[in-house]
């Protein structure tokens, strides 16, 4: 029964640190939660990258993304230009929560509609239109492995 004692109390001293840690930067990310949801993401955290965003793709995998990160919450307009597929968009607050979800269309005539958050957001995840199955109010979590930013 000692064994298991210091063994346990070894566990919880080791991993004190790590329950207690921030999450890893948003600009690193490689994947985000959001529910029972998890995709795989390309990071946009340049003002270039961001505004090229899917543009160019010619699809998404069922369980991948495109996830904006901004310096500062703000209501950033997103629009279709040169995309080739319909997009589902889901706001990020700064308190990592689902703000709303919007789907757009593919944009053939110039000027293309501009869409805007409904509140401040301070990351956006672009995904396959019809494929996010959360709601307003959902917890964003996001998980790091290598340095993925462009």
């Not at 319909?86 to 607050?93: A, F, N």
């Not at 401040?120 to 993925?148: M, N």
């Amino acid at each position: 029964m000692r064994g298991w004692k210091k063994c346990a109390s070894l566990l919880l001293v080791l991993s004190g640190p790590v329950l207690g840690q921030t999450p890893c930067p948003a600009e690193q990310a490689s994947s985000v939660h959001i529910g029972g949801q998890r995709y795989t993401v390309e990071v946009a955290a340049t003002t270039a990258t961001r505004e090229r965003g899917l543009s160019g793709h010619e699809r998404l995998a069922a369980d991948a993304g495109m996830w904006f990160v901004f310096p500062e919450a703000g209501m950033p307009g997103f629009w279709m230009r040169g995309m080739r597929f319909p997009i589902d968009l889901i706001w990020v607050s700064p308190e990592r929560k689902v703000l709303g979800v919007a789907t757009l269309s593919i944009c053939r005539d110039a000027p293309c509609p501009i869409t805007y958050p409904p509140a401040p957001t301070i990351q956006v995840l672009e995904i396959d239109a019809g494929r996010f199955r959360g709601r307003v109010g959902d917890k964003v979590e996001w998980r790091c492995s290598i340095a993925r930013v462009r």
